[in-house]
């Protein structure tokens, strides 16, 4: 019996199902999963830093090469002066009134003929209709004492072949008369009264486009002297300003340095003689110029002479108002145009794998060239080959640059 006992619990052991289950090794993985995540995170930060680098632009400083027409002609006078813009004019408002839009902001450029502000001119609109409406019932008015007028002439001319046939009184014939004559007269007031109407509509159509005030000149609105809200009228304030100035433009494309010569000096300045001029915030800047005016009068307080040098090619540095220097330079005559040269500044050239190099602008993209030098004088060089007029060059900034990299402006 015990031998049978012995055989079930050995077959009921037989048929126990073991828990083959363990418990999973996870140090391993985790490095695994760990160091996988970083080297996902460096490739993407890698990513969008390149990314970056290529869509990003190096500032630079540039100036505009040129030909310096006179060579390195010799030096007469220096003196100081304020840039100034040929043209500069406050624009105002003709009519007074509110300003309701104002369509410009200091530093846009507008064009002649632009709308700049419009002054609340509903008033106005409305009665310019009515002025419409005055002037078609004028119109029709004048028609039809036009017909009462031609109508009374027929009947005169009838009743004068009546009068001669003795059919008719001489009494009947005066009122004929009469009627006519004042035909005529209410004809003639008809018509004065339609001029009157034509002339009050197109003042009050004048008054309408004089609310909105457009530009005078092409320029750049330099100062933006009210807001909109503002009332407007065409007087001087308590100040002598006038109290319906709106903006100032001035026309960029032409600029002066102003300069005072003491009046020991002044024969030396003729018009024509060719100048350079630094602006002292740009002292690395070169812009030719030449004498435009010279006053005809002296000032008496200051013992000097104004006078005006035209700077010959202005961009985008220059602006109203900047200090400058001039050096006033004696023109060679008779120079030949093939002996002009061309300067930069200095720091514009590069030396690399023993090559002198310039950055050169090409949409917006730096791209480096060979320059063949001449002479170096007073922080320039001249440009013997490699560069023409008009091209721009990167004077600063340009330490780290590659060919073909993107720049802005500073």
Not at 106 to 114: F, N, R, T
Not at 155 to 165: G, N, S
Not at 174 to 183: P, Y
């Amino acid at each position: 019996m015990m031998n049978k006992m012995d055989n079930l619990y050995t077959d009921l052991e037989k048929l126990r199902i073991t828990d083959i289950r363990t418990e999973p090794s996870t140090g391993p993985r985790r490095w695994i999963f760990f160091f996988s995540a970083i080297v996902i995170i460096i490739t993407v930060v890698g990513f969008l830093l390149f990314k970056k680098s290529l869509s990003s632009s190096n500032q630079v400083s540039i100036i505009t090469v040129q030909t310096q027409a006179y060579g390195d002609a010799p030096t007469v006078m220096t003196a100081g002066g304020y840039i100034v813009a040929e043209s500069e004019i406050t624009v105002s408002s003709k009519v007074a009134g509110r300003i309701a839009n104002l369509n410009v902001r200091e530093g846009d450029l507008v064009h002649k003929g632009d709308i700049i502000a419009i002054l609340d001119n509903e008033e106005l609109r409305i009665q310019m209709e009515e002025k419409e409406a005055n002037l078609k019932k004028a119109t029709l008015n004048l028609k039809y004492k036009q017909e009462l007028y031609e109508k009374d002439l027929i009947d005169l001319k009838r009743r004068k072949e009546l009068f001669k046939e003795n059919l008719i009184s001489p009494s009947q014939m005066d009122q004929v008369e009469k009627n006519l004559i004042i035909a005529q007269l209410e004809l003639d007031r008809a018509l004065s009264e339609l001029e009157i109407c034509k002339k009050q509509l197109q003042l009050t159509k004048i008054l309408f486009e004089e609310s909105i005030i457009r530009a005078p000149i092409t320029g750049i609105v330099i100062n933006k002297i009210a807001d909109v809200g503002e009332m407007l009228f065409p007087m001087k304030t308590m100040e002598g300003k006038s109290g319906s100035a709106i903006v100032t433009l001035a026309d960029l494309r032409v600029m002066n340095v102003e300069v005072d010569i003491n009046e020991d000096n002044i024969e030396k300045i003729k018009l024509g003689k060719p100048a350079l001029i630094t602006p002292d915030s740009f002292p690395d800047k070169t812009y030719q110029g030449e004498v435009a005016e010279i006053s005809p009068m002296a000032d008496r307080q200051k013992n000097v002479v104004p006078i005006k040098v035209r700077i010959i090619n202005p961009d985008e540095y220059l602006k109203p108002d900047m200090s400058a220097k001039v050096t006033f330079q004696e023109k060679i005559r008779d120079e030949p145009k093939e002996k002009a040269v061309m300067r930069i500044p200095q720091n514009a050239v590069l030396n690399k794998n023993g090559k002198n190099i310039v950055f050169v602008i090409e949409d917006s993209r730096a791209i480096d060239r060979e320059v063949q030098l001449g002479a170096i004088q007073g922080g320039y060089v001249t440009i013997e080959k490699g560069l023409k007029d008009g091209e721009k060059i990167v004077v600063e900034g340009h330490a780290h640059l590659h060919s073909n990299d993107k720049v802005s402006l500073k």
